[in-house]
């Protein structure tokens, strides 16, 4: 079945430390993008990618980096200069047809907690 | 800037009552736009999406949503709600014709649906 897989389910780190999460996608999809969603906040873009080697930043990308060396996978690592780490974590793609009306697909999320 | 007001962060229905949640954006030009909706602790699922052509547009599992220029409106509706309807449900905005997507999120709505 394609979809979108997202590793760890939950994440616990302790402060001052770098943890990455995983993102991976067989849907032959373009666009990747990452999201943090916090209670009665909807969610907010943090980063996103249209091509291999390229990415964008979102609206609140301190704190957050991102690779895109492979088609199918988006990482984020999430470092120690992220002053409110703990959030549920999103991750999605879609095909890049050059338009804003495609389809976003999400996986189910990872959620961090910083200890 | 595009902005996505959804209004009441909670709503509550009786089963097989109708369902209405309520979102407006704020644009100068009208932009696509997406509902989605989440269950707990998974990722979201596009339940329908404007783009464009007839401004009622119907969706899965029931839902339909009509876009009104006028009103800058978006609002999502169901005739009669099932229990298992319970879930977030998030209202997206896309600006047109930007060669790429970005969403930007309502803070959602959560639905609760009693016996």
């Known amino acids: 079945d394609g979809g979108i897989t997202q590793s760890p389910k939950y994440l616990f780190r302790k402060e001052g430390q770098n943890v990455t999460l995983s993102c991976e996608q067989n849907?032959?999809?373009?666009?990747m993008y990452w999201y943090r969603q916090d209670p009665g906040q909807g969610l907010r873009l943090i980063y996103y990618?249209?091509?291999?080697?390229?990415?964008q930043k979102g609206d609140i990308a301190e704190g957050y980096s991102v690779s895109r060396e492979k088609k199918e996978s988006f990482p984020l690592t999430v470092t120690s200069a992220q002053k409110n780490p703990t959030a549920f974590y999103l991750c999605?793609?879609?095909?890049?047809?050059?338009?804003?009306?495609?389809?976003?697909?999400f996986g189910p999320g990872t959620r961090l907690t910083v200890l | 800037a595009q902005s996505v007001t959804q209004l009441g962060s909670h709503v509550s229905v009786s089963e097989g009552a109708l369902v209405l949640l309520r979102c407006n954006y704020s644009?100068?030009?009208?932009?696509?736009l997406f509902w989605y909706v989440q269950y707990p602790n998974q990722g979201l699922q596009l339940l329908l999406k404007?783009?464009?052509?007839?401004?009622l547009v119907k969706g899965i599992n029931g839902f339909e949503a009509e876009f009104k220029k006028s009103e800058t409106s978006f609002h999502l509706t169901k005739p009669s709600a099932h229990m298992s309807d319970a879930a977030e449900y998030f209202c997206?905005?896309?600006?047109?014709?930007?060669?790429?997507?970005?969403?930007?999120f309502g803070t959602g709505t959560r639905l609760l649906v009693s016996p």
């Open positions: 999605a793609s879609s095909i890049d047809t050059g338009t804003s009306t495609d389809t976003q697909y």
């Open positions: 849907l032959n999809h373009d666009a």
């Open positions: 990618s249209q091509i291999v080697n390229d990415f």
């Open positions: 644009s100068s030009v009208p932009p696509y």
């Open positions: 404007y783009t464009t052509g007839a401004t």
């Open positions: 997206a905005v896309s600006p047109m014709n930007t060669g790429f997507q970005k969403l930007v």
